[in-house]
């Protein structure tokens, strides 16, 4: 038992978080008050081991938080906003993100061994 506290004591988490922050107001934009970017797209995988994500359970974790304007994103796209946010830096808002999921799952379709590959695309905006 003192050997596996020692063990989990020893090993290293690093966690990465990209947020803007999100008023409680309400903001009535037009589109002249945005410079709107082309679509962009980024890509992120997530492979899961009984059930876990271990190489984010005990490695690092990248994750975004921004305002997104027409869509609800899930943990695992979460992770392809943040990929998004870090190579187009200076956007303000993430305007209807278009979320494309692809899960293998070898095993007779269960967690047991699962590789999913998370595909945002969307445009960004900045204010003016």
């Known amino acids: 038992m003192a050997c596996v506290i020692t063990i989990v004591m020893a090993t290293s988490c690093q966690s990465y978080r990209h947020t803007m922050r999100e008023p409680n107001v309400k903001v009535t934009l037009n589109s002249n008050d945005l410079e709107l970017s082309n679509q962009v797209t980024a890509e992120a995988t997530v492979t899961r081991i009984l059930g876990l994500d271990w190489a984010r359970l005990f490695g690092k974790s990248e994750t975004g938080s921004t305002p997104v304007l027409g869509a609800i994103v899930t943990t695992g796209a979460n992770y392809a906003l943040y990929k998004l946010m870090q190579e187009n830096p200076g956007y303000d808002v993430v305007i209807y993100p278009q979320v494309e999921a692809y899960r293998h799952a070898p095993i007779l379709g ?3 061994y699962s590789k999913t590959t998370y595909k945002v ?5 900045k204010l003016k």
Do not use: E, F, S
């Open 110 to 112: 269960t967690d047991l």
């Open 121 to 125: 695309t969307a445009r960004l905006g």
